[in-house]
T-cell receptor, first 117, second 113 residues
Framework: SAVISQKPSRDICQRGTSLTIQCQVD?????MFWYRQQPGQSLTLIAT?????????ESGFVIDKFPISRPNLTFSTLTVSNMSPEDSSIYLC??????????????FGPGTRLTVT | DAKTTQPTSMDCAEGRAANLPCNHS???????VYWYRQIHSQGPQYIIH???NNETNEMASLIITEDRKSSTLILPHATLRDTAVYYC??????????????FGAGTILRVKS
């Protein structure tokens, strides 16, 4: 199974500022995803991070608010821009492979707990 | 996307089998059933997945009905460390960009001594 690390593990930020979260995986993977988990809620997919091209965002999420980079097959960043208290959540990185490529399961990082004051 | 329905919460005695049901009556023929769990303050953990046949691994067994409209995750000997939120997910097939997981509310499983 893939080992995923995220930095930072937690942070407290002031409103109006931005935070960049890093995700590093120990092996090359085809797919990388970013999820958000608001307090007491389930996970919501923000976007699929694509290597060498713009990320694919889910409905309700936009690039200006959540810019994503993926320079290679083992690393991605998610930036939470112009933060407000509503952005207080756990942000999780996930990795997996393209349909038809084994293994089919996805692996999740430990998450970044963000609090915006 | 196929939707899943799970009970909000369940209790199980330590050492007994935990049977977690999931309904996915609108599942399509090429969609897999995945199970993940999330222990408090951790990222979700993959448990098992299947298409139509029953599956077993070192963590659990997955029983899928013949019509594929429902499934049951079985933890054969639940321990206190199995207390978690369990998510039943039907994979959304995206031809170009691989597997996207859509999480529902899940089932809170409480294992009690």
């Amino acid at each position: 199974s893939a080992v995923i690390s995220q930095k930072p593990s937690r942070d407290i930020c002031q409103r109006g500022t931005s935070l960049t979260i890093q995700c590093q995986v120990d092996s090359q993977v085809t797919m990388m995803f970013w999820y958000r988990q608001q307090p007491g809620q389930s996970l919501t997919l923000i976007a699929t991070a694509n290597q060498g091209s713009e990320a694919t965002y889910e409905s309700g999420f936009v690039i200006d608010k959540f810019p994503i980079s993926r320079p290679n097959l083992t690393f991605s960043t998610l930036t939470v821009s112009n933060m407000s208290p509503e952005d207080s959540s756990i942000y999780l990185c996930s990795v997996g492979n393209r349909e038809g490529e084994r293994p089919y399961e996805q692996y999740f990082g430990p998450g970044t707990r963000l609090t915006v004051t | 996307d196929a939707k899943t329905t799970q009970p909000t919460s369940m209790d199980c005695a330590e050492g007994r089998a935990a049977n977690l049901p999931c309904n996915h009556s609108t599942i399509s023929g090429n969609e897999y059933v995945y199970w993940y769990r999330q222990i408090h303050s951790q990222g979700p953990q993959y448990i098992i997945h299947g298409l139509k046949n029953n599956e077993t691994n070192e963590m659990a067994s997955l029983i899928i009905t013949e019509d594929r409209k429902s499934s049951t995750l079985i933890l054969p000997h639940a321990t206190l460390r199995d207390t978690a939120v369990y998510y039943c997910i039907v994979r959304v097939p995206i031809m170009e960009y691989g597997n996207k997981l859509v999480f529902g509310a899940g089932t809170i499983l409480r294992v009690k001594s």
